[in-house]
């Protein structure tokens, strides 16, 4: 029994030594949007739209470059289980060399070519030119990702995460500047509305880059970092074996985006605030969705180094012990919303048409977040064993479904917003079920694998 409790709390501070600098810089990026929300929502409710409407497709496509990076951080962190330091240079100096090919497109994309893409959503022609100038001013973020996305994953993986929550801080800080003198036009600047917000953020990302690049330089705790020469012999097709495997990751968070365009498309026939309405409710959510997000990081880097080393007892006990973290966050969750559901929706908007309509929905969020955390976690378990096809298949099965559910909930039964919300939790419900299975199954193979490599080694 010690031995385990031993174990146990040797998890748990690994576990945490990785999560809670990343913890920290989430929330700090989370609240940040709020208060861009809270300044939208104040200058004008239509704004919310607008947001809910941009956020879904432009995140879309930014997910994609961030979570093409998952095969890179898995295998580097695999070989730093198995110390083979070769191994780990060879796939981050791939990595940084050339990570920032789609994310290049997609600036051309986002800055030239938005408004059929909002057309295409359903996008009303009041808020039309919002959206459209939006996803102008914001593009140039995306020059940013590649390097970006790179050096977290070497960060992550050398288990130093404390210049994340640093870069977090000065970003989100000057963003929360920015957005309040160019929304408004204080200090003498011209009152940019929905301009001001994307040009705020836009500039705050490269202030707060030029902080990452001079920590990656200038850090001596970087173990995966790759020296000059394996950054000059980095090869395409090294990072391309990477790809293939995060390309799994990618599109498993675009089919999940896909979904939320569809919910946002299916939303915007119900009226102009009901995508506002669900922009405000996930917004709320997410400062309790980004802890379980930097937890599941560093299940996955746990996970994966567990897998480089065949250890059985740290690839299952990270993920128990992630996953009883979040469960009490999920209970807090439901408490909250609970106890203050319509304090909550006032920080954000003073419109009585969503602050009267909006506390029931925070409850549904507040309890979906125990299977949504589970996926989280037991996904990212998952992922760390080399197998990333697996989630990628299940979140198919969840866009189809949750899309069917939808539709069915909001044009057949003529539940409205509720419908939304009912299709989401039976999702993330259904999937936590499939995935939870699939990770049993693993854990159960892996201690036989185990067992019998101690067999050989006594033989």
């Known amino acids: 029994m010690k031995g385990h409790l031993k174990e146990f709390k040797l998890y748990y501070g690994r576990l945490l030594a990785i999560a809670v600098p990343l913890i920290l810089s989430n929330i700090i990026n989370q609240l940040q949007m709020l208060i861009d929300r809270i300044f939208l929502g104040n ?9 809910g409407n941009v956020s879904s497709p432009v995140w879309t496509t930014m997910s994609v470059c961030i979570s093409i990076t998952t095969g890179a951080s898995i ?5 730093v289980g198995s110390k083979n330091q070769e191994k780990v240079e060879e796939f981050s100096g791939s990595l940084l ?9 997609l600036f051309f994309l986002w800055g030239f070519f938005s408004a059929p893409i909002f057309r295409l959503m359903g996008v009303s022609e009041t808020i039309l030119p919002w959206c459209v100038d939006y996803a102008s001013y914001y593009a140039p973020s ?59 953020t836009t500039l705050a990302e490269y202030l707060g880059g030029l902080y990452m690049f001079l920590a990656y330089m200038n ?26 495997l995060g390309i799994n990751t990618a599109l498993e968070d675009f089919c999940w985006n896909l979904g939320n365009l569809a919910i946002v498309r299916i939303l915007n026939t119900i009226n102009e605030f009901a995508a506002g309405i669900f922009s405000l409710v996930f917004g709320v959510e997410l ?5 379980v997000g930097a937890l599941g990081s560093g299940t996955l880097t746990l996970s994966s180094e567990a897998v480089g080393k065949r250890d059985s007892k740290q690839y299952r006990g990270v993920c128990l012990c992630a996953y009883s973290i979040c469960f009490v966050i999920a209970l807090l969750m ?9 304090e909550i929706i006032s920080i954000f908007t003073k419109d009585e048409r969503i602050t009267s309509t909006s506390g029931i929905y925070l409850l549904f969020i507040a309890i979906n977040l125990f299977s949504k955390s589970g996926n989280i976690i037991v996904g990212n378990g998952i992922r760390g064993s080399g197998d990333t096809k697996w989630m990628f298949c299940t979140q198919i099965f969840g866009t189809i479904f949750v899309i069917s559910c939808a539709s069915l909930f909001v044009f057949g039964l003529h539940l409205g917003i509720a419908g939304v919300f009912f299709a989401i939790l039976t999702d993330e419900f259904v999937r936590f079920i499939i995935n ?19 067999k050989k080694e006594a033989c």
């Not at 400062?287 to 802890?291: D, G, M, Q, R």
């Not at 939870?436 to 101690?454: A, D, G, M, N």
Request: one cysteine or more; a positive charge.
């Open 43 to 51: 200058a004008n409710s239509l704004y919310m739209s607008v947001l």
């Open 75 to 79: 295998l580097i962190s695999q070989n």
């Open 97 to 105: 060399k050339f990570n920032n090919i789609l994310p290049v497109m």
């Open 142 to 200: 995306f020059l940013l990702i590649g390097f970006g996305g790179s050096f977290m994953v070497i960060f992550q993986t050398s288990n130093h995460t404390k210049h994340l929550a640093i870069w977090s801080i000065l970003r989100s800080g000057l963003n929360i500047l920015f957005d309040y003198v160019l929304i408004f036009g204080k200090f003498g600047f011209p009152e940019m509305g929905i301009k001001g917000a994307a040009l705020g």
């Open 219 to 244: 850090s001596r705790k970087l173990s995966t970092r790759p020296n000059l020469t394996a950054l000059k012999k980095a090869k395409l097709r090294t990072y391309l074996h990477s790809a293939r």
């Open 287 to 291: 400062l309790a969705v980004v802890i």
């Open 334 to 342: 439901v408490c909250a919303t609970v106890l203050f559901p319509s």
């Open 436 to 454: 939870l299975v699939k990770y049993i199954k693993i854990c159960r193979k892996s201690e036989l694998f185990c067992e019998q490599e101690t």
